[in-house]
């Protein structure tokens, strides 16, 4: 479809040899923002805590409770790591709501670190559990023909966490300029249909009137924006045949749309992916730091 383009994060400056991307620059601000917030959360903590403090103290025993169901009491140690994990990752997909800061998580590199990182944290503590031989014994098990296939499996685990993460809010971005682009061209050419005369967008500029008056003394809301819908149209049809915007095209099917896209694929989206990206990483940690009974039976 001609309009749009889908590129990947540009380089915006460079200093020295480090070229820092569109993505960088939202890592360095999601950042600044969680260590901000972090130490104005945490200090002057109070006995009797006000509304803020309040809201924090939910939030973490919410993650602390989240942490001890899913991975057990003995690897509540984890709890700071999948915080960040989680929080990096819905502010890396809210900060694209600036609308000229990228989303961190539309970028496969940011998340296929955190995958691998949490794939190297299972490793390291599969070898301290059953030493480097018995780590490497276990790709052979149940039987030694599957060999080729759990070693697949062991690098494909980090791939499809972040193909899952990265495939939705990448996913979501496009599908919304997709519809934005359409949009812009149905707006055009309704325009144009209601300037083709002005006696049409005319009458349903009045229609819109003797709507919106109703809607009033109803008081019915619907109604009102309805009337307030047709009344705008009417009059930029009625400006555009009488060539009083200078050939001005106003995009009125766009009005809206991309604060209700980005309420679905930035905020709930944004939201879902970042908690089934850390869940499957307590998962999987807690696959490879079971309980310490269970290292005791073996």
């Not at 040899?17 to 360095?28: F, G, N, Q, V, W």
């Not at 109703?214 to 009059?235: F, H, N």
Request: glycine share 10%; proline share 5%.
């Amino acid at each position: 479809m001609d309009g749009i383009e889908v590129r990947g994060p540009q380089e915006l400056f460079s200093i020295g040899p480090i070229a820092i991307t569109e993505t960088i620059l939202s890592l360095i601000v999601v950042m600044a923002v969680l260590l901000t917030a972090g130490i104005l959360l945490g200090r002057n903590l109070q006995k009797r805590p006000g509304k803020l403090q309040v809201l924090t103290e939910k939030g973490v025993s919410m993650l602390m409770n989240l942490v001890r169901g899913t991975m057990g009491e003995h690897n509540m140690s984890w709890v700071p790591y999948i915080g960040t994990i989680f929080l990096s990752s819905i502010f890396g997909s809210f900060i694209g709501l600036t609308g000229f800061l990228r989303s961190t998580t539309a970028d496969l590199a940011v998340v296929l670190t955190w995958a691998v990182m949490t794939s190297v944290i299972i490793w390291y503590h599969s070898i301290k559990r059953n030493g480097l031989l018995g780590w490497l014994k276990g790709f052979t098990e149940p039987t030694p023909v599957m060999t080729p296939m759990n070693i697949v499996s062991e690098i494909a685990q980090p791939v499809a966490m972040a193909f899952r993460h990265f495939g939705n809010v990448a996913g979501g971005s496009i599908i919304t300029m997709i519809i934005y682009t359409a949009l812009a061209a149905a707006s055009t050419a309704l325009i144009n249909l209601l300037a083709s005369t002005w006696v049409f967008p005319a009458i349903v500029a009045v229609l819109g009137a003797v709507l919106l008056i109703s809607g009033i003394r109803k008081k019915k809301t619907a109604s009102k924006i309805i009337a307030v819908v047709l009344m705008v149209l009417g009059a930029l049809g009625v400006a555009t045949n009488l060539n009083l915007l200078g050939g001005i095209e106003i995009p009125i099917l766009q009005i809206g749309v991309p604060a209700a896209l980005s309420i679905y694929f930035d905020l709930f989206s944004g939201f879902v992916q970042a908690f089934v990206f850390s869940l499957l990483s307590m998962v999987y940690i807690a696959g490879a730091c079971p309980p310490p009974e269970e290292e005791n039976t073996k």
